[in-house]
């Protein structure tokens, strides 16, 4: 079953809440170890996604992606979700991250 946007979204606010403050010195290791099977989850749905997009073509995806991160209202999930997804979607459809 593909993820709808809405799964999608939500996965990528979970990645971007959960990521340790890069102005804190934290073992990104231990800090996100807790979150090991909800990280997995979030992943294979932010690329599963990437699936629903990719019939679009490259310029549709990254349409996509641009339009989402103009959405975005801090720097940090900016950054979070362009790497998320450049990481995630490398290889689904004309993909290259």
């Known amino acids: 079953m593909e993820p709808t946007y809405a799964q999608f979204i939500e996965a990528l606010e979970f990645m971007v809440s959960i990521e340790p403050d890069p102005?804190?010195?934290v073992d990104y290791d231990g800090a996100t170890a807790p979150y090991a099977k909800q990280i997995e989850q979030a992943e294979a749905t932010i690329r599963a996604y990437g699936?629903?997009?990719?019939?679009?073509?490259?310029?549709?995806?990254?349409?996509?992606?641009?339009?989402?991160?103009?959405?975005q209202?801090?720097?940090?999930?900016?950054?979070?979700?362009?790497?998320?997804?450049?990481?995630?979607?490398?290889?689904?459809?004309?993909?290259r991250g």
């Open 51 to 71: 699936y629903v997009v990719a019939p679009g073509g490259l310029v549709k995806m990254r349409s996509f992606l641009s339009d989402l991160l103009y959405e």
């Open 23 to 25: 102005e804190l010195d």
């Open 73 to 95: 209202t801090t720097v940090k999930s900016e950054s979070l979700i362009r790497s998320m997804v450049n990481r995630l979607w490398n290889g689904v459809g004309e993909w």
